[in-house]
């Protein structure tokens, strides 16, 4: 059977199936979940409370936050008042012996690890029920020959971005 009109109904078709999609299902290719209400955020500066790490540790952590939060929603940034708010401190910055050798007799570290350890407030304006105030932290292992003066902002920055990625899940992708 050929159908000599068949543009009508594949129109029909194709709008049905637009319809049922837009209506059923709810995707962000981002994986947030953000209430249609927050259109905006605010994100403060990270005030380095160690006494510990480089001086641009306050403003790695700080342009962190921002630019994933910027990349990875479609919320408006704000200075202040946003309809989320993040806040916080960075609490320790800590370069210590991971695992201990012994080495002619000698306790030596095998790997020395950097642990970055930060505290963050999350104020959602629209639902204060899902606020939190927590600590996140993360680390990296370094030879036992580098000494924290030789660690390099790559390995500072890659230690906060997975701080960063833990408190996007938390807040705007609800995992």
């Known amino acids: 059977m050929v159908w000599k009109n068949r543009k009508p109904f594949l129109t029909i078709t194709g709008v049905l199936i637009s319809f049922l999609l837009n209506s059923c299902i709810s995707y962000s290719f981002t994986g947030t979940n953000v209430s249609p209400d927050i259109k905006t955020m ?37 200075q202040q008042n946003g309809d989320i708010q993040i806040e916080g401190q960075i609490l320790s910055y800590n370069f210590s012996p991971a695992s201990i050798q012994k080495e002619n007799g000698q306790d030596i570290a095998g790997v020395n690890r950097l642990t970055i350890r930060l505290q963050v407030r999350y104020h959602n304006t629209k639902d204060p029920k899902v606020d939190f105030d927590q600590a996140f932290s993360s680390f990296q292992d370094f030879p036992q020959n580098q000494n924290i003066s030789q660690i390099d902002e790559r390995s500072i920055r890659t230690i906060v971005e997975r701080m960063v990625q833990d408190v996007f899940n938390k807040t705007l992708a609800n995992w």
């Open 42 to 78: 605010s994100i403060q500066t990270f005030e380095n409370n160690s006494g510990e790490g480089p001086s641009t540790l306050t403003n790695t952590v700080s342009e962190e936050f921002r630019n994933y939060f910027q990349r990875n929603s479609i919320l408006k940034l704000l």
